[in-house]
């Protein structure tokens, strides 16, 4: 298939760093008499450039940009994150690390800011059939967000 032939050929899946590796997702093709036309969502690292990603397509074929949007790279000693994880922890009572995820989010949009969301025992109900989540998930989730939101407000 074309996604495996771009991966095995230009080695887009070497992309990686500690947010992830790239992910290549052709959604849209089409055709006219003469060309093929593979509309793809690109996802790369934040430690990438999306210049280094488009050097590789061209090795593909003729590409045009129709739109792309920087990766989102907090670290994860900032001040945001830290306190978003120790929230978190205090709550769960656990001792986890942030960790980084390659979906689209606002947060891109923010001048500073993060995606935040606790996910229970590692396992996402995001996005299937019948995508739900237990009350007392959610009554944890509301106690995480108002305690962050105190701890960032007061200092």
Sequence with gaps: ???NFVEDRFKI???KDETGELTFSPDLISCDEENIFITTD???PSTKKGKEI??????IGKNEIISHTKPLMVPKDS???KT???????VMKTNEE?????GGTYAKQLEKGVAFGPTPDKVSKAHIINESEEITYLEKCYEIYKLAIKELISE
């Design 42 to 44: 690109i996802r790369y």
């Design 79 to 81: 001040k945001l994150v």
């Design 1 to 3: 298939d074309f996604e």
């Design 13 to 15: 899946k070497d992309l």
């Design 98 to 102: 942030p960790v980084s995820m390659g």
């Design 54 to 59: 488009i050097e590789i397509l061209d090795k």
């Design 84 to 90: 978003l994880c120790n929230t978190y922890n205090k």
